[in-house]
């Protein structure tokens, strides 16, 4: 093994000059990245590199999951809880496709992990040699960069580049496919100092006269709002936000990835927008004059229909990528730049005003539509309760990663977070058994918090083999399975849509709880009422891995809800 | 909304294997149409230039200006449409004509300034260069000729100097 202790200037652990294998750079540049786990499992193609990461497990801690798929969700709850970039890894074709939806999962929830693969040795690509695969032609649409490394000269700058891609600007996957015989040979290469990518130059602060011009055109509006996305995480603006919405008396609505951004108790916080947003929050983009989009891309399931979207309101829009700026709504101020840097250039020109017939006006509709009222349901647990008891008996510490479908409705709905990275769940793409993975990364990333994985029965069952990880490594997190017999937000549709004509929407499980014990895990199901509560205050104090199989409510609904192509004047509230 | 139209961009790129594949993956992805794409070495060693012929509306290849800009490879891309530029392209067209019929097409291709390259029993090869419009009006004046094979080449474009070199760039 040829590193040593002590880094040089460029994070390497190694002495300038001194040979390494390609595995071991790619272990060094893991280290001066700071990154601590990484997910995967080994394959033909990349052995080589596990015979690195043998030498360097006392550095770096390996978590072998138990498909690929895993590894790249882990990965990706591990970048969202630390900031820092997530490592996910696997062998050569089969391997490498079993990532590809964490890739695309990756690219459109802005999340930063380095996908390192193994390919066949470099005579042999090309000759659809045994596990060949062209995953570097595969990935190409749904990474923010890839490379196939043909030399291990390249591979310190390729890996350098690599994590400063994925954390900087608007974060992304980077591919980086490796030979075999690239991990084995040597380089006495180093990475340079510095990145420099002449094609790759994220901006910085907003450009100065726009940023005066934002401020002209929040401080005449009478009814603006805050529309806060995942940028203000990802940028770390969450304290700058606070600022905006205090001085300025401006509410704030939140993204499904900009949920905690703002904390969820305050007066002026009105709650997530959209499609399982809250009413009260969609009347108001109504009715506003003006929208200050905050490190968002006015996704659809967020906007709805564009023309009743704040129809007449001005738009501030500030991002880190300039594509997402007039690509759905029309700008009236276009600001691109770093979200922190551009708002503390924003804040002295905010003037403080009073908005109270504003506030008055949408605390009046957060009244008349509560939204948030959990029924009365005295013969089934619904699944809103169980958010609750979660939230109160974490006294709303738990960091929560929900799948997908109703339960992640839910699970963004039911529970107050006060901070950013307190609520993880896969927005852009929305693929099913997401949750239980990326608890293990969100863990793993911060061994001191509570951590939630709020799944429903259908997406459990796409990773379900994660419990032999989660027993194998002893990793702490909280499973909550909202097990309502059904593909329950298919079923909603159906029979929101399709007047009731179910297909493929009934679920015949297994007792989760008996699968978990037989994975080695404390499992507990029960259907009552009493007993949820009960086993979800054991699970908060017990020291391991526990599965709480809830039956709930099989036919519950999600509400509010707009249909899709309508507005917001047509939102369906809950009935009861 | 204003109507589709064909835009010119130009984009310096990296010279690295796939550079094309990624701006082919992006137009077919985004569905923007190219109508043309050529690629050449630059003055610049290790990078290329390309040609782009985009087919959208101003909003569609402006969104397509930037999401070129965001692949890393891509170090500038300029959109020429309506800037001082000059805009070539070259055709070679094979037109089936006898010994009869030669002159009379020799006399087009000469007004068009055009050339021809070879000649055979049954054949001959014109080669045409020229901005678009002048290759396709040539194409319209020979239709009573059969026309065998065309090959073009798609247009390439440079600005000219009053341009200034940052101009029309899209901002990163
Ligand atoms: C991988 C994948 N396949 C299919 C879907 C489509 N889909 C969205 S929600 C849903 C149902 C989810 O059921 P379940 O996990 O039980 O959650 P529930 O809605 O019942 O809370 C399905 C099938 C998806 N999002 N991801
Ligand atoms: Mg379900």
């Given at each position: ?273 959209g499609m ?21 891309r006015f996704d659809d399931r967020a906007v709805g229909k564009e023309?009743?979207f ?18 759905v ?235 899709p192509g ?11 | ?172």
């Amino acid at each position: 093994m040829s590193a040593i202790n002590g880094q040089s200037s460029n994070g390497s652990t190694a002495a300038p000059g001194t040979p390494r294998t390609g595995g071991e750079v790619v272990c060094d540049a893991m280290l001066a990245a700071g990154v601590d786990v990484i997910f995967g499992m080994p394959g033909g193609a990349s052995l080589p590199f596990y015979d690195s990461l043998y030498h360097y497990q006392d550095r770096i801690r390996h978590v072998l999951i138990r498909h690929e798929q895993a590894a790249g969700f882990a990965a990706n709850g591990y970048a969202r809880a630390t900031g820092k970039v997530g490592v996910a890894t696997s062998t050569s074709g089969p391997g490498a496709t079993n990532m590809v939806t964490c890739m695309a999962n990756d690219i459109m929830d802005s999340v930063g992990v380095v996908y390192i693969t193994g390919q066949v040795a470099r005579p042999a690509i090309g000759s659809d040699a045994f596990q060949e695969a062209d995953v570097t032609g595969i990935s190409i649409p749904i990474t923010k960069h890839s490379y196939l490394v043909m030399d291990v000269d390249d591979l310190p700058r390729v890996m350098s580049e690599a994590f400063h891609l994925a954390s900087t600007g608007r974060p992304g996957p980077v591919h980086v496919d490796i030979p075999k015989d690239v991990f084995l040979e040597t380089t006495t290469e180093t990475a340079p100092d510095q990145v420099n990518l002449r094609g790759y130059r994220p901006s910085k602060v907003g450009n100065a006269r726009m940023v005066r011009k934002a401020a002209e055109v929040i401080n005449a509006s009478e009814r603006p709002i805050i529309m806060a996305g995942h940028g203000i995480d990802i940028s770390g603006a969450a304290e700058e936000l606070l600022l905006l919405a205090t001085r300025g008396s401006i509410p704030v609505v939140s993204t499904l990835h900009g949920v905690g951004t703002f904390p969820e108790t305050h007066p002026l916080s009105f709650g997530m927008l959209g499609m399982h947003g809250l009413a009260y929050a969609n009347f108001a983009m109504r009715q506003t004059d003006c929208i200050i989009g905050l490190g968002t891309r006015f996704d659809d399931r967020a906007v709805g229909k564009e023309d009743e979207f704040g129809p007449g309101a001005k738009v501030v829009h500030i991002d880190i990528d300039p594509a997402e700026i007039g690509k759905v709504l029309e700008t009236d101020v276009p600001i691109v730049g770093d979200l922190k840097l551009t708002l503390q250039k924003l804040l002295p020109l905010i003037e403080s005003r009073d908005r109270t017939p504003w506030l008055d006006q949408m605390n009046g509709w957060r009244r008349d539509h509560p939204s948030l009222k959990i029924p009365d349901s005295p013969d089934s647990v619904l699944p809103q309760e169980v958010v609750r008891a979660i939230y109160d008996i974490s006294g709303g510490e738990a960091r929560v990663i929900a799948d997908v479908g109703q339960n992640q409705m839910w699970a963004s709905q039911h529970f107050w977070y006060e901070r950013p990275r307190m609520f993880f769940s896969a927005g852009g793409l929305g693929p099913m058994g997401y949750a239980l993975p990326a608890a293990m990364g969100v863990k793993l990333a911060d061994e001191s918090q509570d951590v939630w994985c709020v799944t429903g029965d259908g997406g459990l069952l796409i990773n379900i083999q994660e419990f032999n990880t989660l027993a194998a490594e002893g990793i702490n997190v909280k499973v909550a399975v909202l097990n309502n017999a059904h593909l329950g937000m298919i079923r909603q549709w159906q029979e929101f849509f399709y007047e009731g004509r179910y297909m493929g929407a009934f679920l015949d499980n297994p007792d989760f709880a008996k699968v978990a014990q037989a994975f080695g895990l404390h499992g507990v199901g029960t259907s009552s009422r009493d007993e949820m509560h009960d086993a979800i205050a054991m699970a908060h104090e017990y020291d391991g891995p526990v599965v709480l199989d809830l039956h709930v409510d099989r036919v519950e609904n999600v509400y509010p809800m707009i249909v899709p192509g309508t507005g917001v004047n047509s939102v369906i509230e809950d009935p009861r | 909304m204003n109507g589709t139209e064909t835009h010119t961009l130009v984009a310096t790129v990296a010279d690295h294997p796939g550079v094309l594949t990624r701006v082919a993956s992006l137009f077919r992805r985004r569905g923007f149409n190219i109508a043309s794409l050529a690629v050449g070495h630059s003055e610049e060693p290790g990078y290329s230039r390309m040609t782009i012929a985009v087919e959208g509306s101003a909003e569609e290849v402006k969104q397509c200006e930037k999401q070129l800009y965001k692949l890393v490879e891509v170090v500038s891309v300029r959109n020429l449409t309506g800037a001082p530029a000059v805009t070539r392209e070259l055709a070679m067209i094979k037109v089936r004509a006898k010994a009869t019929e030669r002159p009379g097409l020799a006399e087009i291709t000469d007004i068009f300034r055009g050339e021809i390259v070879d000649v055979s029993k049954s054949s001959m090869i014109v080669q045409m260069t020229g901005a678009q419009s002048k290759i396709d009006r040539f194409l319209d004046v020979i239709t009573e000729y059969p026309i065998e094979e065309i090959s073009r080449t798609g247009v390439i474009a440079i600005a000219r100097d009053d341009v200034g070199p940052r101009n029309g760039r899209a901002r990163g």
